[in-house]
């Protein structure tokens, strides 16, 4: 075995020297087993081992986006990136646990660091690994992640955007519009109670609550409701929005502030005119059997997602049908393969599913590679349209990333990214280096079994 081994390692170095003259083909006469057609030649996927874990953290892409670095022995690299405004930390405490394991073990190193997640930003490093890993698999193997994942159903990924606020319904439709003539088919609007309340007679509120209080009291305990007057308002201010936009493109809305179950009822009924493509996170997504009432008692979908983790509590809201659409980040909701796992769970009860997304085009590629593997998607959103450096964080992929409202799916091997280092480091949060060493956290220790 180990002659044999030296063999091969022989034979690689020869075909990496003479790689240009060969262009990547395989000599003659060996056994074809012995040499997979078109995997990578640096690398020997059943040797890869991981051998770090490093950070840079960019700031401002709007988001603040702690991109990972693993390395291995075998100088290709995967990269992932943290949840958007979560701390690296999340992915740093998982170092010592993937030190030594294979990268190409995708789901099996997932399963061992998903105790390590949990909702919203605390996966973020569970889940930013997990794409590093499929980012490395792809590589030692040179497939794209997409058909590891069993292929893909599209070849360019619609986007959806958020799009500034503005008080004036006016000024709010035409920037919306100018995203449709930038060629996006799909539009998102934030429509929170704040667009009227500063206008008498139209919220319910007990009076002297702290910013605290207003910030992280979950909507049904705070007490505010909207009157009919503010709910007129507002739908009002879709009305002049749909005018500009038209009828014909798919309009979602979100944040509605913190207003109870009973407002959220009669928002929802009230804006049915319109034809909303859905309504989000109303209530916080925990609250299964109060969603219910809601998307029982309104004519528009409702849909939440963007902070669960894991499969299970998407099936809860998908099997009970409290929700008609769902909307996981991948970042958040377990990775890439977790997040197709959700698609194909909520396609067998009938939902289908958009993805939530904010960050660097590393998740961004990450996302896109599910989106095409995945039958029920909608469509992906994006933050960064008015970013004018976002794009050249990255090569590799075709330019515009966002084309025209889509995003083409990369064939190139892994997540088909690769990072400019000089545009990173322009944008590195104040303090922060480069990919610098990570030692303090080789050694981070506990007995990590869930069961006794
Ligand atoms: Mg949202």
């Given at each position: 075995m180990e002659e044999n081994r030296h063999h091969v390692v022989g034979r690689r170095n020869i075909l990496k020297s003479s790689a240009a003259a060969l262009g990547g083909a395989l000599m003659g006469s060996e056994p074809l087993e012995a040499h997979p057609k078109?995997?990578?030649?640096?690398?020997?996927p059943s040797e890869l081992k991981i051998t770090d874990l490093r950070i840079a953290h960019i700031t401002k892409a709007p988001m603040n986006c702690p991109i990972i670095r693993i390395d291995t022995n075998q100088g290709i690299h995967g990269l992932g990136e943290v949840r958007d405004?979560?701390?690296?930390t999340y992915a740093l405490i998982l170092k010592s646990r993937l030190?030594?394991?294979?990268?190409?073990?995708v789901d099996r190193l997932f399963r061992k660091i998903k105790q390590f997640g949990g909702h919203s930003r605390q996966a973020g490093g569970v889940c930013g690994v997990e794409m590093a890993l499929w980012d490395l698999a792809g590589k030692a193997y040179n497939v794209p992640v997409f058909q590891m994942l069993?292929?893909?159903?599209?070849?360019k990924i619609r986007i959806y955007a958020d799009t500034t606020e503005s008080h004036d319904p006016k000024v709010y439709g035409q920037r919306l519009k100018e995203r449709m003539e930038r060629g996006l088919t799909w539009l998102k609007m934030d429509l929170g109670y704040d667009l009227v309340e500063?206008?008498?007679?139209t919220v319910t509120q007990p009076s002297g609550m702290s910013a605290y209080e207003q910030e992280f009291t979950p909507h049904m305990f705070t007490g505010i409701e909207l009157t009919d007057k503010a709910i007129g308002l507002m739908a009002d201010y879709v009305a002049q929005v749909r005018e500009v936009v038209g009828m014909e493109i798919p309009l979602s809305a979100d944040?509605?502030?913190?207003?109870?179950v009973n407002t959220c009822i009669r928002l929802g009924r009230a804006f049915e005119?319109?034809?909303?493509e859905w309504l989000e996170?109303?209530?916080?997504?925990?609250?299964t059997d109060l969603w219910r009432q809601i998307t029982d008692s309104i004519p528009v979908p409702t849909l939440t997602g963007e902070d669960i983790y894991l499969k299970e509590d998407f099936h809860k809201l998908c099997s009970t049908h409290a929700i008609r659409k769902i909307h996981p980040d991948l970042a958040t909701s377990g990775g890439i393969l977790e997040t197709k796992k959700i698609g194909d769970m909520a396609e067998e009860l009938g939902v289908p599913m958009a993805m939530h997304f904010a960050g660097s085009p590393v998740a961004c590629l990450a996302s896109v590679h599910c989106a095409a593997a995945t039958q029920n998607f909608l469509a992906l959103e994006n933050h960064?349209?008015?970013?004018?450096w976002w794009d050249d964080?990255?090569?590799?992929?075709?330019?515009?990333?966002?084309?025209r409202g889509y995003i083409k799916v990369p064939?190139?091997?892994?997540?088909?990214v690769t990072l400019n280092d000089d545009v990173v480091k322009e944008h590195l949060m104040p303090g922060t280096g480069f990919f610098q060493p990570t030692e303090e956290w080789n050694k981070e220790r506990s007995w990590d079994r869930l069961w006794s």
């Open positions: 078109g995997v990578n030649t640096n690398s020997r405004g979560a701390s690296p030190l030594g394991e294979n990268p190409c073990n069993g292929g893909r159903f599209r070849d500063n206008t008498p007679g944040h509605f502030g913190h207003i109870g005119r319109f034809n909303l996170d109303m209530i916080p997504w925990q609250y960064s349209l008015d970013v004018p964080l990255v090569s590799g992929v075709e330019k515009p990333i966002v084309n064939e190139a091997a892994g997540l088909g």
